[in-house]
C-alpha cells in the first residue's frame, strides 16, 4: 500500500481530496527512490488510482519492472466535499463542528471511504496467484482506512492507525485463516524478518 510522492498542495497543507494535483519535483524523486525498493520486491501486479499523482508514483514502478499499471477509481483519495483546496488553518476556522468529526461537507466520510477502498483491495488481492505480490499506489486516507477496513478493526480505533508519508508504504500478508496481518506500516525502506518470541 504505498502513498503517492509529495505535491505542491502537501507542502501547503492544502486537503487535496479528487482535486487533481500533479507531483512536484520533490514527489518525482520521492517515486523513483521508493520504486527502486519496491522493485526489490518482485511485484507482480501493479494497480493505481486513477488521480495524476497516483498514476505518475505508479509508472515509475511500471519502468523499472515492466508491469502495467491497472488504473482504478474506487483507489481515489477520500472526496473533501467543501474542504478541497483550503489549508488546515482554513478548515478548523471554517469548519469547526465537521472537523471535530471529520466530515467534510458534501464529501465522504470515514466509514464510505474504508467500504469503498478496503472493497478494491481485497478484488485486487483475491485476482492475485498464491504467492503473487500486489503494489498498490493511492492516497493518505484512503490506503489509511482500506488497511484498517482489511485488519477489520473498529472504527473506533481507526485514529490508532498512523498515516503514511509521501511515497512510503504498508506492507500486509495474508493469513492462512484469510484474514490479514500488517506487517509494515509507513514505511520507507525494504520490510526484513522480525526475529523475536512474539508469536510469527
Not at 29 to 39: E, I, M, S
Not at 91 to 113: K, T, Y
Not at 160 to 181: A, F, I, P, Q
Request: proline share 6%; net charge negative; charged share 25%.
Amino acid at each position: 500500500m504505498w502513498r503517492h510522492g509529495q505535491t505542491e498542495w502537501n507542502v501547503q497543507q492544502r486537503f487535496q481530496g479528487r482535486t487533481d494535483i500533479p507531483l512536484d519535483e520533490t514527489g518525482v524523486a520521492q517515486a523513483h527512490r521508493a520504486a527502486g525498493l519496491l522493485a526489490a520486491l518482485n511485484p507482480t501486479a501493479l494497480v493505481a488510482s486513477t488521480l495524476v499523482r497516483a498514476r505518475d508514483t505508479a509508472q515509475t514502478l511500471a519502468d523499472l519492472t515492466g508491469l502495467p499499471v491497472e488504473y482504478d477509481p474506487e483507489l481515489v483519495e477520500r472526496d473533501g466535499g467543501e474542504w478541497e483546496g483550503l489549508t488546515a488553518k482554513q478548515i478548523r476556522e471554517r469548519f469547526p463542528a465537521e472537523r471535530a468529526r471529520w466530515e467534510p461537507p458534501g464529501g465522504e466520510n470515514s466509514a464510505q471511504v474504508a467500504k469503498r477502498v478496503g472493497a478494491a483491495l481485497e478484488r485486487h488481492a483475491a485476482a492475485l496467484d498464491p504467492e503473487g505480490v500486489l503494489v498498490v499506489a493511492s492516497h493518505g486516507a484512503a490506503l489509511r482506512l482500506g488497511i484498517a477496513h482489511l485488519l477489520g478493526l473498529p472504527e473506533d480505533v481507526w485514529d490508532c492507525l498512523g498515516g503514511l508519508s509521501n511515497c512510503s508504504w504498508s506492507v500486509l500478508t495474508e493469513l492462512r485463516d484469510g484474514g490479514w496481518r500488517l506487517a509494515e506500516h509507513n514505511a520507507g525502506t525494504l520490510p526484513e524478518p522480525v526475529l523475536s518470541d512474539d508469536r510469527a
